[in-house]
């Protein structure tokens, strides 16, 4: 099977980085002891690159810190957004994997940093949502089940009699409470 890639140049890595990464993908971790946003940055790249890295970046898991395996959920989480608008199979391809991947620490970093990717089907892992089907529910699929979203479920909170508004064009929301009302610039 030929690699997949969603990323084009300049942001696509050149063969050679590709090529260097999967002869020793264990230098990513040596490279980035504290990973942080170096290593989400770099895991971003490698897995929007090429499909080809992304089991390598997967396997650095079982060895690599909390704080490594962090940038790691947040550089695949970053190339899965990346990707969804030019490629959604890409980057549901990618959240099957993270979902497959077995690891808690990864899958919170994964749907913390995916706040725009449909992940409910991933938060089943986390005792949040549950999802339709596993990771095949990706993409629309999934349920959020009653009243729980995402890690740890969600609040609801309703308002009494105070009365909440918006106005301007949205551009100021306004606060009304027995007369007491507040007005904020949104910008």
Known sequence: ????ACFQSPAKLSEGDIAAFLATPAS????NPNGGLPLSSRVRALAGSSSATIDAILALVSGANADQK???G??????????????????????EKVAGANSPELVTAFLAASNEVQTAALGG??????GGG???GIGGGGNA??????????TVYTQGTGGFS?????QYFGSSNGGNGSVSPTQ
Request: hydrophobic share 45%.
């Open 1 to 4: 099977m030929t690699p997949v």
């Open 28 to 31: 990513l971790l040596t490279e």
């Open 70 to 72: 962090a940038a790691i």
């Open 74 to 95: 947040s550089g695949l989480a970053r190339a899965a957004r990346a990707c969804a608008a030019s490629n959604p199979e890409y980057a549901a391809l990618i959240q």
């Open 125 to 130: 892992l986390t005792g949040g949502a549950t």
């Open 134 to 136: 596993g990771a095949a």
């Open 145 to 154: 089940g009653l009243g729980t979203a995402g890690l740890g479920g969600d």
């Open 166 to 170: 918006a106005s301007g064009s949205g």
